[in-house]
């Protein structure tokens, strides 16, 4: 029984502080329902792989606390990588044709992608096709959520959050940053109807994308 529950509670581990930032032993035994004694040891197994970090927080008195965060190869490992071939050849179209020309053969991609979300995210309401994007993004290696900000009726004032808690490519934008950029034109431009900002942004150093998205 053991051996089957290990792997998943410190996948639980890695899941819970990549969409909360960072956490203590005591959160996360209460939030996964797991003694801390049980809790303590997976930390120490998960920071000796190299997974996670911890950070000592000095309280006023006493001993510190300890909480901890994912580590870069922690972070990597959530999702699998999908993007190390992808920005090779990028990386080898840059040597060839140059930069400027790699930013508009990118630009091009999300064109395509903007136009592929439309046609599969149909033609519902607001909620059932930010709904939609979210799944797509699921299946694209995303870890990524959405929930209403109102419970408004009015088309034109409805208002969502889609909050991406990892970057299936974040080694391509941090060789190609301007592949964020076109990510927030491509949500605008499969949500034709709709006003899309960004929130929150990995790259600068925030924990997750956010996107807060509304009617015209």
């Known amino acids: 029984m053991a051996t089957t529950q290990e792997p998943s509670t410190k996948q639980d581990i890695l899941n819970y502080l990549l969409k909360q930032s960072q956490a203590s032993a005591q959160e996360l035994a209460g939030a996964l329902n797991v003694s801390p004694q049980a809790i303590r040891r997976h930390l120490k197994d998960l920071e000796s792989d190299g997974l996670i970090e911890h950070e000592a927080i000095q309280a006023s008195m006493g001993r510190p606390n300890f909480v901890y965060h994912l580590s870069r190869e922690g ?40 136009e592929e979300y439309r046609e599969r995210l149909g033609t519902g309401s607001i909620a059932e096709r930010v709904a939609n994007l979210v799944k797509l993004r699921q ?24 909050t991406e808690y990892n970057c299936a490519i974040s ?34 150093g925030e924990h997750r994308c956010g996107y807060l998205i509304q009617g015209k």
């Open 171 to 204: 080694h391509i934008a941090e060789s190609f940053p301007s592949v964020c950029g076109h990510e927030l034109e491509m949500f605008a431009a499969a949500l034709q109807d709709c006003i899309v900002e960004r929130t929150h942004w990995l790259v600068n």
């Open 139 to 162: 299946a694209e290696g995303y870890m990524a959520e959405w929930y209403a900000v109102d419970d408004s009726e009015s088309a034109a004032n409805s208002k969502f959050i889609v």
């Open 75 to 114: 972070r990597d490992r959530l999702p699998d990588r999908y993007d190390e071939f992808a920005l090779s050849l990028l990386n080898t179209l840059a040597e060839t044709v140059g930069h400027d020309q790699v930013g508009t053969i990118l630009r091009k991609q999300w064109e395509r992608k903007a």
